[in-house]
């Protein structure tokens, strides 16, 4: 068995190493052009010449959830693209929001800035009940971080494409009940895939139907939200701020205007890691399904992109 490694962005090595520990009876090289053919793939990104080149491949495994880099691009039509399902980042996607929702929610900033002025003063204590976190994409990574938002006893609201029920859940689902949930929730969280239909969903007309003083943690994909909305609706007042993991161009050009304003905290997308042994395990068990002509979990669907 063959497998090619092409993924930007990640140090081949260790991933190499990791891969043939956990896969001993297969031949595994980085992908070069010109390469003879491979059975599998560990992909991030990979350029379009790397599958015209592999048509044969049986499936490409997408060391992450996201798989809009390669949506992208031509896949060759038998090969199943296959996303990471959770491999230790659920808990950490859980982490973040819950983090990014209590910071705000407490005011743990404005407490920052006093404490470093040498200012012993309190806030009043704001109801969680004021604070509904709606959660768009209740995937992996949403179900997850639904439970831990539940974990601090904020009221919890779901939309997703298909109905859904989740104890202590409101779901709501499709366009049709979008309007509803986005009036229901106060502070939002993305956790979608980016395709066409989800690209740009967080724009001034959507944002607008969130409650007055609504907070917005992106840590899905930076071009789910029309960045040039966002500012505007902070500074009238209609949001309290935001806290974004994601962006449309990654790094965050100089001089960007989010760099700068004092109502958005952001990271370098580093919501969820990538964990490289959780990853490589998930990837050797569901190649040995594959052979033993077993079915296994995180195909992504063409005709939803995700
Ligand atoms: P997932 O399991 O595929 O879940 C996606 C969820 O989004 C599902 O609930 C799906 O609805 C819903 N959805 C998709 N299209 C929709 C639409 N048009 N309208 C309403 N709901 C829609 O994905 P995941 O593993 O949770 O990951 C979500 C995303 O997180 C990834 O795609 C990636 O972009 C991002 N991510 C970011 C980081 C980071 O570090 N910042 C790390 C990992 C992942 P159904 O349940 O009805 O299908
Ligand atoms: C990271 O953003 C991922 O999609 O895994």
């Known amino acids: ?57 049986k499936a490409l495994f997408n060391i992450g959830a996201g798989v809009d880099a390669l ?26 929001v819950v983090h990014a929702l209590i ?17 012993w003063s309190f ?26 938002v539940q974990a601090f006893e904020f009221p919890v609201r779901g939309w997703s494409r298909a109905p859904k029920e989740l104890h202590g859940v409101r779901c709501y689902a499709g366009e049709a009940q979008f309007a509803e949930f986005l009036a229901e929730t106060k502070v ?13 969903i967080m724009n001034r007309e959507t944002l607008s139907l ?14 789910h939200l029309v960045e040039e909305d966002l500012i505007p609706l902070i500074d009238s007042g209609h ?4 806290a974004l993991d994601v962006f449309r161009q990654e790094p965050l050009p100089a001089g960007h205007p989010f760099w700068r304003h004092p109502k958005i ?12 042994d959780e990853s490589v395990a998930q990837i050797a068990s569901k190649i040995a399904r594959l052979a033993r002509g077993e079915s296994i979990a995180g195909i992504v669907d063409p005709s939803k992109g995700y």
Not at 10 to 39: H, S
Not at 265 to 276: F, I, S, V
């Open 210 to 223: 969130l409650q007055p003083g609504g907070y917005v943690i992106n840590v899905a994909r930076g071009a």
């Open 265 to 276: 905290t952001m990271t370098p997308h580093t919501a969820a890691r990538t964990l490289r």
């Open 103 to 119: 910071r705000h929610f407490r005011e743990f900033d404005i407490y920052a800035t006093d404490v470093a002025g040498g200012k």
């Open 239 to 242: 949001l309290a701020g935001a």
């Open 123 to 148: 806030r009043k204590p704001r109801l969680r009940e004021d604070f509904p976190v709606g959660i768009m994409g209740l995937g992996v990574l949403g179900q997850r971080v639904a439970r831990a």
């Open 71 to 96: 949506t992208q691009l031509k896949l060759p039509a038998t090969t199943k693209l296959v996303r990471l399902d959770d491999a230790g980042m659920s808990v950490q996607m859980a982490e973040y």
């Open 1 to 57: 068995m063959k497998i090619y490694f092409c993924c930007t962005d990640f140090k081949a090595e260790p991933w190499l190493a990791a891969l043939r520990t956990a896969l001993p009876q297969a031949e595994i090289e980085v992908w070069a052009p010109g390469a003879g053919p491979a059975d599998y793939a560990v992909v991030w990104a990979p350029p379009q010449a790397f599958l015209d080149e592999q048509p044969q491949i």
């Open 188 to 200: 939002l969280v993305c956790l979608l895939p980016l395709t066409e239909e989800t690209r740009g």
